[in-house]
């Protein structure tokens, strides 16, 4: 059976300021798409709840995927569940440092962990308590190309199918070897092709800041690099 890329990709409400989550809210109302994964780490309290309101009154009806930001209570993931579904909710490591992760009991099979590629991993994460990772794919080329820790800690469960679940896919740069949040060529993305199939999941969410408009261009590039990976793959 062949893999189709289509309905795993998601565009994304990225930003810093309110502009950025608005301006993409607009394109997304105006073009009708109605599944979305969000990303609230770099906005405050008071701009969350604007964001909540908005989704409400939204063409909205599905966000599987949300990034959480460490400031966040029990109450929020609660009603990203109930309204929009929401499957998988993202974190750091550095939540399970500071502790962060305790505050979230209940919720613990729908938590996924974004591993970082500082070459540390702390003795209090523990994915085994939790759904899996959530592999962000540019820092998992990063780790690999560093082989470093937080590269191993992965490699190391990769057997462990029900770990790897779901993506942040955004662009990665060969000469510094890091991420890329805005995206300025689709040659930012083959870096794909160099990775094993086992780190990709069901769902898959673009961390660009890039506008709406823009990330549809990206999701076409990137179901055709998928389907040509996956399908050629299977074949040899």
Not at 162 to 180: A, I, R, S, V
């Amino acid at each position: 059976m062949k893999i189709d890329f289509n309905k795993r990709i998601l565009v994304s409400i990225t930003g810093k300021e309110e502009k950025d989550w608005q301006n993409k809210l607009n394109e997304i109302n105006k073009l009708k798409i109605k599944e979305v994964a969000l990303f609230l780490e770099l906005y405050n309290k008071e701009e969350k709840q604007k964001i909540y309101h908005a989704l409400l009154n939204s063409c909205i009806k599905s966000i599987p995927l949300v990034h959480l930001r460490h400031d966040m209570d029990k109450e929020e993931l609660i009603f990203l569940k109930k309204n929009f579904k929401t499957k998988y909710f993202t974190i750091h490591e550095i939540n399970f440092q500071h502790n962060d992760i305790l505050k979230w009991k209940g919720f613990y099979k729908n938590i996924t962990l974004e591993m970082n590629y500082d070459n540390f991993v702390s003795g209090k994460v523990k994915v085994k308590n939790i759904d899996g990772f959530c592999i962000d794919l540019a820092h998992f080329k990063a780790g690999m190309e560093r082989l470093n820790k937080d590269f191993n800690f992965v490699y190391n469960r990769k057997k462990i199918i029900k770990y790897f679940d779901c993506n942040h896919l955004n662009g990665y740069n060969p000469d510094t070897q890091k991420d890329m949040h805005t995206i300025y060529s689709l040659k930012d993305f083959d870096y794909l092709k160099t990775l094993p199939n086992f780190v990709f999941g069901k769902i898959i969410a673009l961390e660009t800041f890039n506008s709406i408009k823009e990330q549809l261009k990206f999701k076409e590039y990137l179901i055709k690099l998928l389907n040509n990976k996956f399908n050629y793959d299977k074949k040899n």
